[in-house]
């Protein structure tokens, strides 16, 4: 478990236990400043990354109309799948969906509502519900990634 500060200065606990990162975020967080995330610009000043400068980049580097939003929803979808397909779907798939959000929405900082509709691809949910997705556990995380996509493209065609 990692401690950080957040912006308002109150402690915060990860789940992450990786030292060398911790290390690393440990040193970008006794940067001066209240952000933990900070350049020197060319002019010696001291400048926050703000989220556009993350968009900007994830842009420039992807070369399409990609935002940290994007990875925000594929890291909630790929979670609430991985929590749903070691559940059986059976009466209390409503009340095992729920729980999977609540999870995710915690991992990703949001509320539940805010993750569900914004977060998680709704045919994951959905498909759950119906004891239909064909998603299995104890995949590795690419091959598990992998079929996730392969699910949600092959739905999307079948819509078209």
């Avoid at 001291?46 to 929803?73: C, H, M, P, W």
């Avoid at 915690?106 to 994951?124: D, E, F, M």
């Avoid at 493209?153 to 819509?159: D, G, I, L």
Wanted: proline share 4%; with cysteine.
């Amino acid at each position: 478990m990692f401690e950080f500060r957040g912006k308002s200065g109150k402690s915060h606990v990860t789940g992450f236990q990786d030292q060398r990162l911790a290390r690393v975020v440990k040193a970008c967080q006794d940067v001066p400043g209240q952000r933990l995330f900070q350049y020197i610009d060319d002019d010696g000043k001291r400048r926050a990354v703000e989220s556009a400068d993350v968009n900007a980049y994830i842009r420039q580097a992807l070369g399409e109309d990609f935002s940290a939003k994007d990875f925000r929803t594929w890291a909630g979808t790929l979670s609430a799948a991985r929590g749903l397909v070691v559940q059986p779907p059976a009466a209390e798939a409503r009340r095992n969906v729920t729980r999977t959000v609540k999870a995710v929405a915690t991992l990703l900082g949001n509320t539940a509502a805010v993750c569900r509709g914004s977060y998680i691809h709704p045919l994951v949910l959905e498909s759950y519900e119906r004891g239909v997705l064909p998603l299995k556990p104890g995949a590795s995380a690419r091959a598990f990634e992998l079929s996730v996509l392969r699910f949600l493209e092959a739905a999307q065609e079948a819509a078209t």
